[in-house]
């Protein structure tokens, strides 16, 4: 399975500041998602990025608070703009590995984001 | 809307004895159904997929049964052990893939 090298693994930032968290892959995949995940709570969909192409956002998510970079098959950033303490959790990029109908998803370490 | 369901209060149980964790879902019909291993302060590790036609799946000291009607699947370890601690997470994905909703996870504590 694919190795995700995520970081900062922590930031602590002021409100109305941007924060951008690297991802880099062992391997080379066609995707790579964004999620977020409150504490106690479910992992949550931001966007998928693919080489080449923009990202496809989930509802509630917009490209202006989120921008993505995706310059090559083994590496992506996600951007937390414009900081509000409502934006304080855990960022977590992952990609898809194994076949079709069998597969998993491999997660980053994740990066702990607090907005004071 | 989909939703899945995991047991939010912790489960808490003996060294040895098999630990079993519920993963109820509604207004979906997933193809596969994933289980991961979460410690506090890391990402998600997956641990076993099971597709729509399989009842059951094992993987050493893990078993994972797939019930389409009742819509539910159950997670067990067989005799834990402490350092199976952890969140537990389900997830479920249609049969095009890449779609995939997690639930929240059930805190497993095995007690020495």
């Known amino acids: 399975s694919a190795v995700i090298s995520q970081k900062p693994s922590r930031d602590i930032c002021q409100r109305g500041t941007s924060l951008t968290i690297q991802c880099q892959v062992d391997s080379q995949v066609t995707m790579m998602f964004w999620y977020r995940q409150q504490p106690g709570q479910s992992l949550t969909l931001i966007a998928t990025a693919n080489q080449g192409s923009e990202a496809t956002y989930e509802s509630g998510f917009v490209i202006d608070k989120f921008p993505i970079s995706r310059p090559n098959l083994t590496f992506s950033t996600l951007t937390v703009s414009n900081m509000s303490p409502e934006d304080s959790s855990i960022y977590l990029c992952?990609?898809?590995?194994?076949?079709?109908?069998?597969?998993?998803?491999?997660f980053g370490s994740g990066t702990r984001l607090t907005v004071v | 809307s989909q939703k899945i369901e995991q047991n939010s209060e912790a489960l808490n149980i003996q060294e040895g004895k098999t630990a079993t964790l519920t993963c109820n879902y509604t207004n979906y019909s997933p193809a596969y159904l994933q289980w991961y291993r979460q410690d506090p302060g890391r990402g998600p590790v997956f641990l076993l997929l099971?597709?729509?036609?399989?009842k059951e799946k094992r993987k050493e000291r893990l078993k994972v049964t797939f019930d389409t009607t009742l819509k539910q699947s159950l997670f067990h370890i067989t005799a834990s052990q402490p350092a199976d601690s952890a969140t537990y997470l389900c997830a479920l994905d249609g049969a095009g893939g890449f779609k995939t909703i997690f639930g929240a996870g059930t805190r497993l504590f095995v007690k020495a």
């Open positions: 099971i597709r729509e036609n399989e």
């Open positions: 992952s990609v898809r590995t194994g076949g079709l109908s069998n597969y998993g998803y491999t």
